[in-house]
């Protein structure tokens, strides 16, 4: 069973693949495969719980990564040092957290 935090990196992930191939559709390239990543997200995104969903679309209309990954404590978005408390729920329960500093997602890494 995945998570919704698998699903929601899953997403982005092919969000930010959908973006690319607008970018190069702009070149003039025939881009394929297209209908096939919109379909792809579409189901991803139903299995999506819809309040993590809207929190999720959210941002990304403001910030290319909606989801960042913690390392060593430190938001990857903006390289703000997270509260050590937050990475035991953070880690093991894939709680997620919201970065005070640049408001993105955090997963941790580690
Ligand atoms: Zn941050």
């Known amino acids: ?25 702009k070149l003039g390239f025939n881009v394929t495969g297209y209908e096939e990543l919109m379909k792809a997200r579409e189901e991803l995104a139903k299995g999506i719980n819809k309040p993590l969903l809207a929190r999720y679309e959210r941002l ?7 989801l960042v990954p913690v390392k060593n404590d430190i938001c990857l978005g903006c390289f703000l ?21 640049c408001g993105r997602m955090l997963y941790w890494l580690d």
């Open 81 to 101: 040092r997270q509260p050590t408390s937050r990475g035991a729920r953070g880690r093991e329960d894939e709680q997620i957290f919201t970065c005070e500093n």
């Open 60 to 66: 990304r209309a403001k910030l290319k990564r909606a």
């Open 1 to 25: 069973m995945k998570s919704d935090l698998v699903r929601l990196v899953s997403l982005q992930d092919l969000d930010l693949m959908i973006e690319e191939s607008h970018e190069v559709e």
